[in-house]
């Protein structure tokens, strides 16, 4: 049987001995992308390889992976927080490739607003696209094109442009369905702040052997959260 307080400590002293090395890559990551041009362009980059690089893998709204699995990591995040658009595309592929992909997890993402009312309508977004099981295709598409922080690049052609590059079949559905979905982007933002979370991208760890969701330290690397959801998984 696992142990939370092992699992917990192994993460903190992870993130804690990498933090120092990776945040300054993390920041100018930030720098660059604060520096490039308001967004908004409806041309979008990375299309074809992300789409490709989902492709075959099972979603279900914004859960990444087969439902079977017994670990759920579940990162809750911004849209338009380029912080989160580094660990998406610098960390998170490879828990998709080495855990995701071979069944022993699935990846989860909520909600959590914390820059600006485009967020709210970035992240309705995002769950409409769910629903036609394309929304992990919407959310790495649109970090991929993240432009600058309520700049007000993430209007309603950016939000449609995203839509069709991510797959979604009724466009006419995802629009009624994003109308609906501000309440759930408020709820997870609420319960991002239940776990004590003041910031993004935060991770939970949920499962078989874990009772609700499990609040863990933002590592800077995959490796401890590879780690984390092998020792949940038993």
Same mark, same amino acid.
């Given at each position: 049987?696992?142990?939370?307080?092992?699992?917990?400590?192994?993460?903190?002293?992870?993130?804690?001995?990498?933090?120092?090395?990776?945040?300054?890559?993390?920041?100018?990551?930030?720098?660059?992308?604060?520096?490039?041009?308001?967004?908004?362009?409806?041309?979008?980059?990375?299309?074809?390889?992300?789409?490709?690089?989902?492709?075959?893998?099972?979603?279900?709204?914004?859960?990444?992976?087969?439902?079977?699995?017994?670990?759920?990591?579940?990162?809750?995040?911004?849209?338009?927080?380029?912080?989160?658009?580094?660990?998406?595309?610098?960390?998170?592929?490879?828990?998709?490739?080495?855990?995701?992909?071979?069944?022993?997890?699935?990846?989860?993402?909520?909600?959590? $607003? $914390?820059?600006?009312?485009?967020?709210?309508?970035?992240?309705?977004?995002?769950?409409?696209?769910?629903?036609?099981?394309?929304?992990?295709?919407?959310?790495?598409?649109?970090?991929?094109?993240?432009?600058?922080?309520?700049?007000?690049?993430?209007?309603?052609?950016?939000?449609?442009?995203?839509?069709?590059?991510?797959?979604?079949?009724?466009?006419?559905?995802?629009?009624?369905?994003?109308?609906?979905? $501000?309440?759930?982007?408020?709820?997870?933002?609420?319960?991002?702040?239940?776990?004590?979370?003041?910031?993004?991208?935060?991770?939970?760890?949920?499962?078989?052997?874990?009772?609700?969701?499990?609040?863990?330290?933002?590592?800077?690397?995959?490796?401890?959260?590879?780690?984390?959801?092998?020792?949940?998984?038993?």
């Amino acid at each position: 049987m696992s142990d939370p307080g092992r699992r917990t400590r192994m993460l903190q002293l992870a993130a804690g001995a990498a933090f120092l090395a990776v945040a300054a890559v993390l920041v100018l990551i930030v720098i660059s992308a604060s520096g490039s041009d308001d967004g908004g362009d409806t041309e979008l980059e990375g299309v074809a390889e992300i789409n490709r690089s989902l492709q075959g893998i099972p979603q279900h709204e914004l859960i990444l992976g087969d439902l079977k699995a017994p670990v759920e990591l579940v990162e809750y995040a911004d849209l338009q927080c380029p912080y989160c658009k580094a660990f998406t595309e610098d960390i998170v592929p490879s828990i998709i490739e080495n855990q995701v992909k071979k069944g022993q997890a699935v990846i989860g993402f909520r909600n959590f $607003v $914390v820059i600006g009312k485009q967020s709210v309508a970035a992240g309705a977004a995002a769950l409409a696209a769910g629903f036609q099981e394309r929304g992990w295709n919407f959310i790495e598409i649109f970090y991929r094109n993240q432009g600058r922080e309520n700049s007000g690049y993430a209007d309603d052609a950016f939000l449609e442009a995203i839509a069709k590059a991510a797959g979604v079949k009724d466009l006419r559905l995802w629009n009624q369905n994003r109308a609906e979905q $501000v309440v759930p982007v408020e709820q997870t933002t609420a319960e991002a702040e239940g776990l004590g979370f003041t910031g993004t991208p935060s991770f939970a760890l949920g499962g078989l052997h874990i009772p609700g969701l499990e609040a863990i330290e933002t590592p800077a690397s995959a490796g401890p959260l590879e780690e984390a959801i092998e020792d949940a998984s038993h």
